[in-house]
């Protein structure tokens, strides 16, 4: 078993006649041919829209059910100049679809007002008091994004009160869709758009383009905020895979070509100094963005991500970056009291960890369930106190869709919505119990022996000596931007001997730094693992290791050098 405890498993390595033909078509060697082919890309076509795709590969946004009826409506309320409101989600993705449609807006319809509900006092989604307020102000038209698509009731609230609704939203729909003039969401059962996992961004993106050609406005605006379509697909962790991939590498042409003044100032306060990757999204800006409305009102972020001033961005980021150092500390306890409950009594949460702290703060508890996922590959559900009810978010493992899952359990929760993977659930405390048990019966009866193993996936076995500079460009850069479904490519090597001058690194010692030596090829490569320090004993005195890694290049001084960057271990004696 490997250090890590996971199982891995080395994908199919034949190389086809398709394969060969592919590497005919694109002048590859067929091994780089194979990392396409084992993505998709299995033609000259394919691999042009996913090197260099342009707006035009994007698929026809009148193709999404109700976008038609969306921009009828919209083009009516600016020609009548009645007044509309962009009500979006606190996280990353609400704010920049608000961001989007606000920066679209104001260049040509200043008619239009933003609101993002506040977490504690609110809640998420459409709430009675932000459609008060949308009545107080005379809204003739609310346009709900990154929510409302099971917002039944809220949405007749509308109604009653005299305004119209548009909900464009990729939550996966209840059995009844809302009372609305229009609800653009991919996952409806009868829209037939090709692809059904967008952001709620995109989609926004996508109206702002029917809106601009219904009005005859320069498109090339709308393409000039694709930053915050990037932002909102890598923060969101939908799928980097068709339409997705397509948007998110437009995006970060933007973000690293013409960044707004917001998204340039929080490059800057995250120090980030080389091309931002959709690792930066996910780890640095995306976290940040977040910490807004997890600590404070997510009302910063929104004015980070529309102001065209650099003073005023540079002022608002270096706000939010107090706010995330506050962030990471709060949720660091909180996820180590909740660590410590799991490993008190492991066979309570054989099949679901659901846990609940009174005091646990709410803007947290999302990222508290990802890191319990992480220790314990189980489906994990944090929940906390919010007035009368408990609020919980889920997260899961690829084998367990915590939607459904939920879903079996709705005779016993107050409310819920979200993805497959990610979702948020609210229940009466007196149901916590009931619902544990309940959950955990219906993973049980999902799961299989399989469920639970961690499981790493490798491209290919190669040797040290196979690892060139094109082969680690392909892997890195060229792939980008990688995320779920279109993952960094790992790699296994077998019977590696450890050099003596492997030790420990780090001001606190906590990452290694191995010289590897391959015998059989007399090949030598130095490796880091990061936060695997406790390892280190184990490795200086094994015979031989087998590896499995991504690959990268270590930049000191100005000289580059190979390096792997370890994923596991296993020893051989």
């Not at 990802?370 to 106190?385: D, M, N, Q, S, Y």
């Not at 709705?410 to 309940?438: K, M, R, Y």
């Not at 391959?518 to 406790?534: C, D, L, R």
């Amino acid at each position: 078993m490997s250090l890590e405890q996971y199982e891995w498993i080395l994908k199919q390595q034949e190389i086809t006649p398709d394969i060969l033909e592919l590497s005919r078509q694109l002048d590859f060697i067929p091994s780089y041919s194979a990392l396409l082919y084992n993505r998709g890309i299995t033609s000259f076509e394919l691999a042009r829209k996913f090197f260099k795709p342009t707006p035009e590969d994007l698929y026809n946004p009148f193709q999404l059910a109700d976008m038609d009826k969306a921009v009828d409506h919209l083009s009516e309320v600016i020609r009548m100049g009645k007044k509309i409101m962009f009500y979006g989600d606190y996280d990353v993705d609400g704010t920049t679809s608000v961001a989007l449609m606000s920066r679209f807006f104001r260049t040509f319809y200043p008619n239009f007002t933003t609101y993002i509900p506040d977490r504690y006092t609110e809640g998420y989604g459409l709430t009675s008091v932000g459609i008060a307020k949308a009545a107080a102000e005379k809204v003739h038209t609310i346009v709900a994004l990154d929510c409302g698509i099971k917002s039944l009731a809220l949405a007749s609230e509308i109604g009653r009160l005299g305004m119209h609704l548009i909900v464009v939203d990729h939550h996966t729909p209840g059995a009844v869709l809302p009372e609305a003039v229009a609800v653009v969401d991919p996952k409806r059962p009868d829209c037939h758009y090709p692809f059904k996992e967008l952001s709620a961004c995109g989609l926004a993106y996508k109206l702002a383009l029917t809106l601009a050609h219904r009005l005859e406005l320069d498109p090339e605006y709308v393409h000039s905020m694709l930053d915050l379509v990037a932002l909102s697909i890598g923060a969101d962790m939908v799928p980097l895979v068709d339409e997705n991939r397509t948007l998110m590498k437009l995006g970060l042409q933007v973000l690293n070509q013409h960044p707004s003044p917001g998204l340039q100032a929080l490059i800057t306060s995250a120090g980030i100094k080389t091309p931002v990757t959709s690792h930066h999204i996910g780890f640095l800006l995306g976290p940040r963005i977040n910490a807004a409305g997890r600590i404070e009102h997510a009302n910063l972020a929104l004015s980070l991500l529309t102001t065209d001033q650099p003073c005023q961005a540079n002022q608002i980021a270096q706000e939010i970056e107090k706010l995330n150092t506050e962030r990471k500390t709060t949720q660091d306890l909180i996820a180590s009291e909740a660590i410590h409950m799991v490993k008190h009594n492991p066979s309570r949460y054989r099949y679901a960890i659901v846990l609940q702290g009174h005091d646990w703060l709410k803007g947290v508890i999302g990222i508290v369930a990802a890191r319990l996922v992480e220790e314990f590959h189980r489906p994990a559900i944090v929940f906390t106190r919010s007035g009368d009810f408990l609020v919980g978010s889920a997260r899961s493992i690829l084998t367990i869709n915590i939607y459904d899952a939920l879903n079996f359990c709705s005779h016993i929760i107050h409310q819920f919505g979200g993805h497959s993977h990610a979702a948020g659930v609210t229940l009466l405390p007196d149901n916590f119990e009931l619902f544990f048990h309940s959950i955990s019966e219906v993973i049980k009866r999902q799961a299989t022996p399989e469920t639970f193993k961690k499981k790493l996936f490798a491209e290919a076995e190669i040797k040290l000596a196979d690892i060139d500079d094109k082969l680690i460009r392909l892997s890195t850069t060229h792939l980008q931007p990688t995320g779920i479904g279109n993952p960094t490519p790992h790699y296994i090597s077998r019977n590696l001997k450890v050099l003596n001058n492997s030790r420990l690194i780090g001001s606190d010692q906590s990452h290694i730094k191995l010289y590897l030596h391959e015998p059989e090829t007399n090949t030598y490569i130095q490796a880091v693992w990061f936060s695997k320090g406790h390892h280190f004993p184990h490795i200086i005195n094994a015979g031989t290791v087998d590896a499995i890694y991504t690959l990268d290049f270590n930049t000191f001084n100005g000289h580059s050098a190979k390096q792997l960057k370890l994923l596991d271990l296993k020893i051989n004696p």
